[in-house]
């Protein structure tokens, strides 16, 4: 799994690979983690424009850093998603957990 970060500001994006499965979920899951600690990140961006598959595994990911950063006050947010990815958000319900936006909106 390569997945590309980038911190500024206390906002941490994170550059979702084109497949989040079960295989680069774990590796995910702990890289944020440990960034989100050591650097006190208040604002979390998912960015998807390169993701074409999840399942379950990376709907688990994203849940568990809601979680996280809800808990210490941050934000989750997600942008750049294909049809497929917002389909995704929406039959699994983190579109209600998640702020999404879309190229028109400004963050």
Not at 9 to 36: F, K, M, S, Y
Not at 46 to 59: A, K, N, P, V
Not at 90 to 97: P, R, T
Request: proline share 1%.
């Amino acid at each position: 799994m390569e997945c590309n970060y980038e911190l500024k500001n206390g906002c941490l994006r994170i550059l979702v690979p084109r497949e989040l499965d079960h295989h680069c979920a774990t590796g995910l899951r702990q890289e944020t983690e440990l960034l989100i600690e050591a650097y006190h990140v208040r604002k979390l961006i998912f960015d998807f424009s390169q993701t074409e598959f999840m399942d379950s595994s990376g709907i688990g990911v994203l849940i568990g850093r809601c979680k996280s950063m809800n808990y210490s006050g941050g934000e989750v947010m997600a942008e750049n998603m294909n049809e497929r990815i917002q389909k995704i958000f929406v039959v699994s319900g983190l579109h209600k957990i998640i702020k999404v936006y879309t190229k028109e909106e400004e963050k």
